[in-house]
């Protein structure tokens, strides 16, 4: 299985701060026959689902905020929240979709300082 | 805009089966670019896929090998739902089970509103 590891496990961050998640595969999520980081981003707010943010490592899921970014390639990803509202308070897992079993990292649970 | 809606009793004694179902709308359970998972949530192991089901030609099943021994996933094409099955559950089992669609096997979205079921006595 393809093990996700997030750092921090949880991050204070002021208003209208960065905040920036990593996240690292154990092998790397990278499909060469098409170029494609089958890695995605979610974001959990207690009570709801995990909700979608950002897919192919870089790809903003419609209705998602630009202050959400999302980079790296190979097996070190990093999500970016570029100016943190309040609204942004949350738990953020990675997910692996290059094979099955799909994993999720840990979780970052991201707060305002 | 595709939805999931879940059902299912929210305490099972040990042993016996949990069974859980998902009806879709706004997609069809049998289209030949989605999947449909189930994936649970315990503060113990985090988020964890399940297994899931998908149509193209034919159906096709995939499960996670921690739970292969005990778990069916079902498509009912006349209901546009699927559904799980664990049998022989422990208290180990008690989680939150979410319904998720994947477009074309890759992320998840969207996500059912979450099922908790809790394995006791």
């Known amino acids: 299985d393809i093990v996700m590891t997030q750092s921090p496990d949880s991050l204070a961050v002021s208003l209208g701060e960065r905040a920036t998640i990593n996240c690292k595969s154990s092998q790397t999520v990278l499909y060469s026959s098409n170029n494609k980081e089958y890695l995605a981003w979610y974001q959990q707010k207690p009570g709801q689902p995990p909700k979608l943010i950002i897919y192919?490592?870089?790809t903003r899921e419609s209705g998602v905020p630009d202050r959400f970014s999302g980079s790296g390639s190979g097996t070190h990803f990093t999500l970016t929240i570029s100016s943190l509202q309040a609204e942004d308070v949350a738990v953020y897992y990675c997910?692996?979709?290059?094979?099955?079993?799909?994993?999720f990292g840990q979780g970052t649970k991201l707060e305002i300082k | 805009q595709v939805q999931l809606q879940q059902s299912g009793p929210g305490l099972v004694k040990p042993s016996q089966t949990l069974s859980l179902t998902c009806v879709i709308s706004g997609d069809s359970v049998s289209s030949n670019s989605a999947a449909w998972n189930w994936i649970r949530q315990s503060p113990s192991r985090g988020l964890e896929w399940l297994g899931r089901?998908?149509?193209?030609?034919?159906?096709?099943?995939d499960y996670a090998v921690s739970v292969k021994s005990r778990i069916t996933i079902n498509a009912d094409t006349s209901k546009n739902q699927f559904s799980l099955q664990l049998n022989s559950v422990t208290p180990e089992d008690t989680a939150v089970y979410y319904c998720?669609?994947?477009?074309?096997?890759?992320?998840?979205?969207?996500w059912g509103q979450g099922s908790l079921v809790t394995v006791s006595s």
């Open positions: 089901t998908y149509y193209r030609s034919k159906w096709y099943f």
């Open positions: 997910q692996q979709y290059y094979t099955t079993p799909y994993t």
């Open positions: 998720v669609r994947a477009p074309e096997l890759n992320w998840f979205d969207p």
């Open positions: 192919w490592a870089s």
